[in-house]
């Protein structure tokens, strides 16, 4: 700015220059919601309410009619972008500030020129046609899922995470549906045909959050303590609904006790409400009033395991945890998202912990989230936690198991930092102070670092804002027969030096006794004073507790002892280190550690860790043995389950036993036994199969077999849900014997219409690549690659991984990891965070490449 005009800015001729030159640019019409869009939204919009009737009607491929009025604040004038993701033929009329307005529709956005808008208050009212990508809509029931950018592909809004607002909805619906959203039922209304429910003005939500659901659903409203709460489902078996809900009620109602007691605020909204849906797309979906669940996991039965019963209390404590981490307090943009789903993950755990013991607590933290952050982390596409986004049309991108499994990690190590107390200090200020707000991780650390001592800076930045996992090594010196020198180094799996600050403990194994080491490593090399004078041990067992994060050394004699390991955290930890210490090539053979699995299963007698270890072992026999060293083994593979399930005593684990049976199973012995299982529904010994049990035998039986059968038709008889009955007519192509019939499968795969029940492709996927099938498979590799572009754009958060994991798990082959080799080289330019995906999921399949002989 030069002098003249820096002075006399003021003067009359100058002003129009100077306010031109104070103007924003003019932000990009692109698709999506770009960062920029967003930042210049949120600076200039306030006080918004949506006002929205949706007429849905019975006949699924009917269109839903619907109104809306928005209403908002403007502090300066702009050209508005208003997000709307359908064709322009879906919007029928616009008027801004009662004046009807030509459409001026542009690259997924409603543009309004600012000289139809004015300073102060304004109205924009829409009639259109509801998109129907994100409704999920059924034969006799839809529900919203707009997480995360996709309450723009419903309906006309501001679809950000800071541009918070209250709705007033309303549903019009055939006269024997039933409804939810978050808001309470205000009245209703009778129509000859149909009902018009109204909704009380909801709480301040960010689109995302905003949702309902409407359909043939039974309700069931409880009173807990003081919380009113209500309860839709769809589920058929009385003895699954009578040995669930009781229990469905009582788990929130106790993750609702813990949390208002923890966070010191009262539950932030007007009402409890969730519904139970059919091969939901995700476990639960945290709308405040309107909480979606996945059926199957909150319906089980006296079948399930008790590993069964512990999820389903997490799952509801993760999504209760989400009303106060996401929804009271919700991230300003999703480059951030994993702020709201580590303090869901992180406070379900301890829920966990209150209701069930430490113990337990501790081992099922390290089995959920280690072996599940390893798999992202160890690979050449692993992400930092916090990641770059440029758009919110990849925010799906986001998602991940470094989200949801490493991050919990983090923010224990984070907690064991600062001691529990002033942990749980800066996370009350924290929520108090952004209450029905927006907040960043930086302004989370800022309010936390006043609670310590600790550089918090230099520790986020490992562990948030940089990904990969270390690798410890460890040197040990003695001096007769007494430690002189022991010492612990850190590095990358890369072997580049960086420390991730955290404490973990190493265990020195005596014939009479054992020491135990508490390990801070905070620098790249740790020594172990404590050690120095102790006698030699029998072996070291290292992250003894399974607190601490990374590869850790193996030693052989701790290998031949593993058994005689008596604390099941402990036996877990050196599981899960086994098992990464044969996938990075450095210790363990997969048919040594295999061998030593087998050994394994009649002994251990922990449901969670024979859970463990079966997984394991059934995922060595697929994807690091080749076929025909698979081809000598598999009789007595069978021979050996099976013994073991005959010796455990415990029912789950018996139960857990035969599903490894199942899954390895080849021979035509076997094949025999498990038809007849099925055949006259009569279990083995100590083992409860029912309905699902018996239906994914079914399955398994139509995969395994090589001639004629009508195992699918018939388990179709015997089944009287009529969403199961759905699910199960789907799978058939993809276990057709008929190769023609699984090739015309595929293909509809390419229609999105054919893709709409996420959980059932991913299913039939499964199938369709199963190792017995891979020589008429392997073909499709390609082809799901190029279609994965298309499924990040139409599916939702979790669909592109999915899609790439049930496509290649199963996979061993060099042809199978040229395919993945020569489209990675051929898309040069290809998203970044779609090849990460890629990367991630065909991890196992590059291993094999060194480790499969």
């Known amino acids: 700015m030069n002098t003249i005009v820096k002075y006399f800015c003021a003067l009359p001729l100058l002003v129009a220059t ?30 918004i309410s949506y006002k929205l009737h949706f007429t849905i009607p019975a006949e699924q491929k009917a269109s839903i009619e619907a109104v809306e ?29 009662g004046k009807n307005i030509a459409i001026d529709f542009k690259a997924e956005h409603i543009l309004i020129k600012k000289e139809y808008l004015k300073i102060g208050n304004n109205r924009i009212e829409t009639a259109f046609i509801a998109g129907n990508e994100s409704l999920n809509r059924n034969k006799d029931f839809l529900y919203a899922l707009f997480v995360p950018d996709h309450a723009r592909t419903v309906f006309p809004c501001f679809d950000q995470p800071d541009l918070k607002a209250d709705f007033l909805l309303s549903l019009t619906v055939p006269t024997d549906w039933k409804v939810m959203a978050n808001a309470v039922k205000k009245d209703s209304v009778v129509q000859e045909k149909a009902i018009t429910y109204h909704f ?50 009582v788990a929130h109602r106790d993750a609702l006790d813990f949390l208002e007691d923890w966070t010191a605020i009262k539950y932030p909204f007007q009402k409890i409400g969730f519904v139970s849906i059919p091969d939901f797309q995700f476990g639960g979906m945290e709308h405040p009033g309107e909480v979606q669940y996945k059926a199957s996991s909150l319906f089980l039965d006296q079948g399930a395991t008790k590993d069964q019963f512990i999820s389903r209390s997490n799952l509801i404590s993760h999504e209760t945890a989400h009303m106060w981490f996401g929804d009271l307090v919700t991230m300003k943009w999703f480059n951030d998202v994993w702020m709201k789903e580590v303090f869901a993950n992180f406070m379900a755990d301890k829920v966990t912990e209150k209701l069930m013991g430490k113990n337990t607590f501790d081992l099922k933290f390290l089995q959920d989230h280690y072996p599940a952050a390893y798999g992202v982390d160890r690979t050449l596409g692993a992400n930092p936690i916090r990641q770059q986004l440029d758009n919110l049309q990849e925010a799906g991108s986001m998602y991940g198991n470094i989200i949801y499994h490493k991050a919990p990690i983090m923010m224990r190590q984070l907690e064991l930092l600062m001691g529990k107390d002033d942990f749980q200090k800066g996370i009350r200020e924290y929520l108090k102070k952004y209450s029905y707000g927006n907040a960043t991780w930086n ?58 600050p955290q404490s973990f403990t190493v265990k020195l194994v005596y014939p009479t006794g054992d020491k135990i080491l508490v390990v801070n490593a905070k620098t790249a090399k740790t020594d172990l004073v404590e ?3 102790l006698h030699k041990p029998q072996y070291i067992l290292f992250n003894a507790n399974g607190a ?15 058994f005689h390991i008596k604390d099941p955290l402990e036996r877990a930890s050196a599981y899960i280190n ?20 087998l050994q394994g299963l009649a002994v251990e007698k922990n449901e969670m860790n024979l859970r463990l270890i079966t997984g394991y072992l059934t995922n060595i026999y697929w994807v690091f043995l080749n076929g025909e060293v698979r081809n000598t083994m598999y009789e007595s593979m069978e021979g050996n389950i099976w013994s073991a399930m005959e010796q455990q005593q415990m029912p789950n684990n018996k139960k857990i036993l035969f599903n490894a049976y199942q899954n390895i199973y080849l021979s035509a012995e076997a094949g025999k036994r498990m038809y007849a299982i099925w055949q006259k529904q009569t279990a083995p010994d100590g083992v409860k199969l029912l309905e699902d049990d018996y239906s994914a035998l079914a399955l398994t039986l139509a995969l395994k077999t090589d001639t004629a059968n009508t195992i699918l038709k018939e388990q179709l008889a015997r089944t009287k849900n009529e969403d199961r009955k759905n699910r199960l007519m789907y799978l058939m192509p993809a276990l057709s014997l008929d190769v023609n019939e699984r090739d015309l499968f595929f293909n509809g795969l390419k229609d999105r219409k054919n893709r709409q029940k996420e959980a059932w492709v991913t299913t039939a996927l499964s199938y369709l690549h199963h190792p017995i099938r891979q020589k008429t498979s392997i073909r499709y590799l390609k082809e799901s690659l190029d279609l994965l572009a298309e499924i990040q754009k139409t ?43 890629i990367l991630q999921a065909t991890d196992n399949l590059r291993r094999a490449q060194q480790i499969v002989k």
Request: a positive charge; one cysteine or more.
């Open 443 to 500: 302004d989370l650390i800022a309010i936390l670092s006043k609670h310590s001592k600790s550089d918090l800076l230099s520790w986020n930045k490992v562990w948030v804002n940089e990904p990969g996992r270390p690798v410890f090594s460890y040197h040990i010196e003695y001096e007769k027969d007494k430690i002189s020198h022991f010492s612990l180094s850190q590095n990358t799996e890369m072997g580049q030096p960086r420390v991730w």
């Open 200 to 249: 009380d003005r909801s709480d301040k939500l960010p689109t995302y959050l905003f949702s309902f659901t409407a359909g043939k659903y039974t309700l069931i409203n409880r009173k807990m303590k003081n919380h009113n709460m209500e309860f839709l489902h769809r589920e058929t078996d009385s003895t699954k609904i009578k040995f669930s809900v009781d229990s469905v009620f």
């Open 531 to 533: 050690a120095k004078g």
């Open 548 to 562: 601490g994060y990374g590869l850790f050394p193996i030693e052989k004699e701790m290998m031949a002892n593993l």
């Open 69 to 97: 009025n928005i209403d908002f604040k403007l502090n300066k004038l702009l050209h508005l972008q208003v997000d709307f993701k359908p064709n322009e033929d879906h919007i029928k009329r616009v008027t801004v500030n």
């Open 795 to 837: 599916g939702d958060i979790f669909f592109p991984q999915s899609w790439l994991a049930a496509s290649f798990s199963a996979y061993n082959s060099k042809e199978a990891n040229q395919v993945v080799n020569d489209f990675l080289k051929s898309h040069p330019a290809y998203n970044p965070n779609l090849k990460d995906k």
């Open 578 to 597: 086994a098992y990464e210490n044969m996938l990075s090539g450095k210790d363990n053979k997969p048919n040594e550690l295999l061998g030593l699995l």
């Open 18 to 47: 100077c306010f031109a030159q104070q103007q924003p640019k003019s932000v990009i019409v692109e698709p999506g919601v770009s960062l920029a869009l967003a930042n210049a939204r949120s600076a200039a919009i306030s006080n």
